[in-house]
């Protein structure tokens, strides 16, 4: 199983670019910093421990000296991959009940299997896009900026 898994998260990671894009917004898809509520809620559906820089963005985006260039490019990522990134934050959730539901209820070990499978993949999709946004957010700010986001970051959790 590990190593269907193992397997699993490299071709899903592999087979999606963590390289910088230029994002370029959907016309009629305008998802800004300001416009994203508390997505706390989506922290359990990534493979690893998400990197949440969004609300000290929010909170913090004067004292970090965000230009309205910075702003630009970071917005322009959650324009182009956040719906996307809910999206598929709920659709695990989803497949996580099924999933208990089938181990508690004695389902089927191959939908079991199935399931564990798709869960895994969507987890290496959502997790490569949070990995997308570290790098907008680091290409978009100065080594100061980002230093200062970081350590901000690290004090709004203590």
Do not use: C
């Not at 699993?8 to 670019?17: C, E, F, I, R, T």
């Not at 719906?83 to 181990?103: C, H, T």
């Not at 564990?116 to 969507?122: G, M, N, Q």
Request: net charge negative; hydrophobic share 40%.
């Amino acid at each position: 199983m590990r190593i269907i898994l193992s397997l699993l998260v490299v071709l899903v990671v592999g087979s999606m670019s963590i390289a910088q894009e230029e994002p370029t917004p959907e016309e009629n898809n305008q998802i800004t910093i300001d416009t994203i509520n508390d997505d706390n809620w989506m922290d359990s559906a990534f493979l690893i421990k998400r990197f949440n820089f969004l609300p000290v963005l929010k909170k913090h985006k004067n004292e970090l000296g965000l230009t309205d260039e910075q702003l630009k490019i970071i917005n322009s990522f959650y324009s182009k991959y956040y719906k996307k990134m809910e999206e598929l934050a709920k659709s695990i959730q989803e497949k996580e009940k099924q999933l208990s539901d089938l181990v508690i209820n004695g389902g089927d070990s191959k939908k079991i299997k199935d399931l564990i499978i798709e869960i895994a993949k969507e987890k290496a999709e959502l997790t490569v896009y949070n990995i997308k946004e570290v790098r907008t957010i680091q290409s978009a700010l100065t080594k100061e900026q980002f230093e200062k986001l970081k350590n901000l970051t690290e004090q709004s959790i203590i």
